[in-house]
T-cell receptor
Framework: GAVVSQHPSRVICKSGTSVKIECRSL??????MFWYRQFPKQSLMLMATSNEGSKATYEQGVEKDKFLINHASLTLSTLTVTSAHPEDSSFYIC????????????FGSGTRLTVV | AQSVTQPDIHITVSEGASLELRCNYS??????LFWYVQSPGQGLQLLLK??????LVQGIKGFEAEFKRSQSSFNLRKPSVHWSDAAEYFC????????????FGQGTTLQVKP
């Protein structure tokens, strides 16, 4: 089945630095990728939708200048957390969708970001 | 706007007992519905999905779900729970639109007693 690889699985960074998280679809082309944020014992909150070759669409309340999303190819989307602060510490998960809704969504294994 | 409600935040069942996790959705047209399972610190695994057709959907790991339009529900069931089923379960909905945004419920934590 479809596989999405997300790296790194865990990262610790200093406050004020930037962190890049990669999301790759390994055996299919993902026209659309989604980025979620999950707080402990809570649900997934959609941050943004990215379509290959176009700008990402951010959900209300998500700072687009802090969470930079790039979807340069049909197999790779990246999320860069810029000037990270402790409140950005969270679990970030990406999801990729194939051509149609009925193809379903495949999720990466997530990235635990800790900002110290 | 689309929304999903999982009324039960936490459920505890004994191993071998049956299980039902509730999910109610809000969407004007026929929704696309999903159930996912998440183990601690992991991503999400698809258990089953409903798009159309037979309203009783079979999934992996012995799970099934039934779409009931009249009740706006898509409850997940399993006849006999195993200790390895302990995890977080999420119901999700997406409208049949081009945005394709998957909206998640709050999640239900399943604890299995030996």
């Amino acid at each position: 089945g479809a596989v999405v690889s997300q790296h790194p699985s865990r990262v610790i960074c200093k406050s004020g630095t930037s962190v890049k998280i990669e999301c790759r679809s390994l055996d299919f082309q993902a026209t659309t990728m989604f980025w979620y944020r999950q707080f402990p014992k809570q649900s997934l909150m959609l941050m943004a939708t990215s379509n290959e070759g176009s700008k990402a669409t951010y959900e209300q309340g998500v700072e687009k200048d802090k969470f930079l999303i790039n979807h340069a190819s049909l197999t790779l989307s990246t999320l860069t957390v810029t000037s990270a602060h402790p409140e950005d510490s969270s679990f970030y998960i990406c999801s990729a969708r194939e051509w149609t809704l009925q193809d379903g969504y495949t999720f990466g294994s997530g990235t635990r970001l800790t900002v110290v | 706007a689309q929304s999903v409600t999982q009324p039960d935040i936490h459920i505890t069942v004994s191993e071998g007992a049956s299980l039902e996790l509730r999910c109610n959705y809000s969407y004007g047209a026929t929704p696309y519905l999903f159930w996912y399972v998440q183990s601690p610190g992991q991503g999400l695994q698809l258990l089953l999905k409903y798009f159309s057709g037979d309203t009783l959907v079979q999934g992996i790991k012995g799970f099934e779900a039934e779409f009931k339009r009249s009740q706006s529900s898509f409850n997940l069931r399993k006849p006999s729970v195993h200790w390895s089923d302990a995890a977080e379960y999420f119901c999700a909905v997406v409208g049949s639109s081009n945005t394709g945004k998957l909206i998640f419920g709050q999640g239900t934590t399943l604890q299995v007693k030996p």
